[in-house]
């Protein structure tokens, strides 16, 4: 079992920063891809971007060059950076592990097999 807690939401003025962060608990952590995905009510998650266990990245064409993951093991935690930051992004941002080890994360939210509660992220204009 893994537990995540997604935190550093809040609300911004378009153009802002903001940086999330995604705790987790629970079993090995270091081993596992973990993707952010953000969901606006009443529509598919979709991705922002993925870090691996070897910290490979990659990211939606949407928030490319915007946006960074980073992840320290050794604290369990999981880190998006969000940059330039657009009202139309306005939503709930979640983070989720990977089903297997050693192994990049995909950009579909079928193949994550654990999910935080997700963190609002408003941005006004």
């Known amino acids: 079992q893994v537990q995540l807690v997604e935190s550093g939401g809040g609300l911004v003025q378009a153009g802002d920063s903001l940086r999330l962060s995604c705790a987790a608990s629970?079993?090995?952590?270091?081993?596992?891809?973990v993707g952010w995905f953000r969901q606006v009510p009443g529509r598919a998650r979709d991705f922002v971007g993925q870090?691996?266990?070897?910290?490979?990245?990659y990211y939606s064409d949407s928030v490319k060059g915007r946006f960074t993951i980073s992840r320290d093991n050794a604290k369990k935690t999981v880190y998006l950076q969000m940059n330039s930051l657009k009202p139309e992004e306005t939503t709930v941002y979640y983070c989720?592990?990977?089903?297997?080890?050693?192994?990049?994360?995909?950009?579909?939210?079928?193949?994550?097999?654990?999910w935080g509660q997700g963190t609002q992220v408003t941005v006004s204009s």
């Open positions: 989720a592990v990977f089903m297997s080890p050693y192994s990049d994360g995909t950009a579909s939210p079928n193949n994550y097999e654990y």
């Open positions: 629970g079993r090995t952590f270091g081993t596992y891809a």
């Open positions: 870090i691996s266990w070897t910290l490979r990245t």
